[in-house]
C-alpha cells in the first residue's frame, strides 16, 4: 500500500509543471518591450551587441521574464556573416498572482547571415545553439533558427523614412529531453510567429510594433510586441 501510494504521488509531482502551464490564460493578450542594440569597433571584425526584454503575461505587471543578453561579434573577412558569443541571464515569473521566480544562466553562439530576394524583401537567417542553466534543473541545450523578412512599402531600402513589413518565424528544438529528477520536456520546444509595422526613425533606429504568437508544447499565447532596433 505504501508503494502504491508513493507512486502515485511521484505521478501527481511529475504532472505538475504541465497543470501549472495549464492554467495560463491563453486568451488574454501579454506584451514584450525590447530594445536591441549592436556596435562594430572602428577598423575592427569585432563588436557587441545585446538585448534587454522585459515579457508580461498581460500588458504590463504581471512578470513573464526579464530577460538580460549580451555578447562579442565577429565579421569574417569579405562576408556579411556576422558571428557572436554570449552571455544571456533570464528570470521568469509564474503567471497570475504568484511570486514564484525561476533564474537561467545561458550561454550562446549564433551566427546571423543576410540575403535579398528581388530590391524589396530583405532577409536575414539566424540560427543559435545555447547551453543552459535553469534553476532546479539538469544542465539542457537547445537550437533555434529564425527567418526575418523586412519589406519597405515607400521606398527600396529601410534607411531613414522607411515604413515596412517585419516578419519573423522562430523554431525552438531541445538537444535534452531530461530535465533531472525524472522530468522530461519535449523535443518541440516552442515556434514563434510575429508580423509587425516597422518605421526607420534614422538610418540606425528603427521602431517595430506588431503581435507574435508563441506556440509551445503547452499552451498557445498571442503577446503584443513593442521594439527599439539600434545600431551604433
Do not use: C
Request: glycine share 8%; proline share 2%.
Amino acid at each position: 500500500m505504501r508503494t502504491l501510494l508513493l507512486s502515485f504521488l511521484t505521478v501527481i509531482l511529475l504532472s505538475l509543471p504541465k497543470q501549472l502551464s495549464a492554467q495560463v490564460d491563453e486568451s488574454q493578450y501579454g506584451a514584450w518591450y525590447m530594445y536591441f542594440w549592436n556596435t562594430s569597433f572602428n577598423e575592427s571584425k569585432f563588436g557587441l551587441q545585446g538585448d534587454i526584454q522585459y515579457r508580461n503575461w498581460d500588458l504590463g505587471g504581471d512578470l513573464e521574464q526579464l530577460l538580460l543578453r549580451g555578447g562579442v561579434t565577429y565579421k569574417p573577412e569579405n562576408t556579411d556573416l556576422l558571428l557572436t558569443l554570449g552571455y544571456g541571464h533570464i528570470t521568469t515569473g509564474a503567471f497570475g498572482d504568484s511570486d514564484d521566480k525561476v533564474t537561467e544562466s545561458r550561454i550562446y553562439q549564433e551566427a546571423l547571415m543576410p540575403g535579398q530576394i528581388g530590391q524589396r524583401i530583405f532577409l536575414k537567417h539566424r540560427f543559435r545553439y545555447e547551453q543552459r542553466f535553469v534553476e532546479n534543473q539538469d544542465f539542457r541545450t537547445r537550437y533555434r533558427y529564425n527567418l526575418f523578412v523586412n519589406i519597405p512599402f515607400n521606398q527600396p531600402d529601410l534607411d531613414e523614412g522607411a515604413v515596412y513589413l517585419a516578419l519573423y518565424n522562430e523554431l525552438f528544438i531541445n538537444g535534452e529531453r531530461s530535465i533531472g529528477e525524472g522530468r522530461s520536456v519535449e523535443i518541440f520546444d516552442r515556434n514563434r510567429s510575429y508580423a509587425a509595422l516597422g518605421y526607420s526613425i534614422k538610418n540606425n533606429l528603427k521602431v517595430q510594433f506588431g503581435l507574435m504568437r508563441q506556440i509551445t508544447d503547452n499552451i498557445s499565447k498571442n503577446q503584443w510586441q513593442l521594439s527599439l532596433h539600434h545600431n551604433f
